[in-house]
């Protein structure tokens, strides 16, 4: 597995394909932020702005000019999303807003804690970018209130997904881990961020991860225990390894490599488990029994969990030099490469689950400029975010 060369394909893909296409076909050179109510063939279907798209660009803007020089546009279109941002994103309880109009008009209020959490995660970037003490102040006061909003016991605002009061999500608990640790980098060291990042990391490893199926599952009752209904053994393979490379990150800045065996492993689990053998690709939801059929749109092929398991098995590849990740990367890139990218680099985003194209709203009605870009750019910086031999050799055989 040539590292170099997957390094070199993934800026390459990034700089001159896929930021280009959003860039032509959907930033709001008007009014500022994107449109993200945009198909893969770049027609504008509405303009309705979804306050955690707006702050996933603003990160994806931000993070490739700081760690890969981006090009003027780039750079305009985060000082814009920023603004357009810090004009309209928040609603007046301090919470964010969910749903904007094109022009900031708040159609939907607070009702997720996700649109909270990306906008820490953008305004973080940003601050690094431009250094502009509001981004980081509004950050900070967005990531206190987050913090204590997630420990309420009527806490359920997870939009566009579903939370009975007193269940705990593993989405919010996986969000927090990434948002907190690069609120941490952005700010040279930040034990709050430090303390939440490991709280996170640690309900993750000993609550959510089952000890006897190896599967991560995304509800548990207020106490950590599993839940008697159907959402009790949802497992969403796309969110499990998207997890593993946010605790890898984790483990390799702070922890000096430890616990990459044990994320490895689970990386490896939710791979075999997700997979579909008969027609390739990731499922997108399946029950702790393998029964994808079990949830509404559980056997498509969405591009997002795609995105993350390239990321995920490359960096636990350099962090381990365990060669099963090397044929996991082999193994999604070319399902990808056949099924999902159009010849713009970009990806088409749904597929049924033979392989053809799905044009069913899955979640969000949305095309987000967020999971694909991210990836590249992970892929393009790794050797440079997490030195080769990093924990070489430590990870054991799961078996």
Known sequence: MDLSSIASHSSRTLTNQVLPWWIENAVDHDLGGIRTMITDEAVIRGDDKFVWSQARWLWVASATCNRLAGAPALLETAERTASFLRRFGQHESGCWNFRLSREGRVLEGPSSIFS?????????????????????????????????????????????????????????????????????????????????????????????????SGLIVEYLDREFRPLPVLEGALVVPGHAIECMWFLAHLSLRRKRGEYLDALGACLLRHLEFGWDHEYGGLFLNASTTGDPSAYPNGEMKIWWPHTEALYATALLF??????????????????????????????????????????????????????????????????????????????????
């Open 116 to 212: 909270d959490c990306f906008a820490i995660y953008g305004l973080s970037e940003y601050y690094r970018l431009s250094k502009q003490p509001w981004a980081i102040e509004l950050a900070l006061e967005t990531f206190h209130s987050v913090v204590s909003r997630s420990k309420e016991d009527s806490f359920q605002a997870i939009a566009p997904y579903r939370m009975e009061p007193g269940w705990r999500a593993h989405a919010v608990y996986m969000i927090l881990a990434e948002t907190a640790q690069e609120l941490s980098v952005t700010m040279s060291g930040f034990p709050e961020a430090d303390e939440v990042a490991d709280a996170c990391f640690a309900r993750i490893l000993e609550n959510f991860l089952q000890p006897e």
């Open 318 to 399: 350099q962090s381990t030099g365990d060669e099963r990740f090397a044929m996991w990367y082999q193994r999604i890139f070319t399902f990808s490469e056949t099924r999902f990218k159009l010849p713009n680099g970009e990806w088409r985003q749904r597929l049924n689950r033979d392989g053809s194209t799905s044009i069913k709203v899955v979640a969000l009605p949305v095309k987000d400029p967020f999971h694909l870009p991210r990836a590249l750019l992970h892929l393009a910086t790794m050797s440079i975010q997490f030195p080769l031999g990093v924990g070489q050799g430590i990870l054991t055989d799961p078996t």
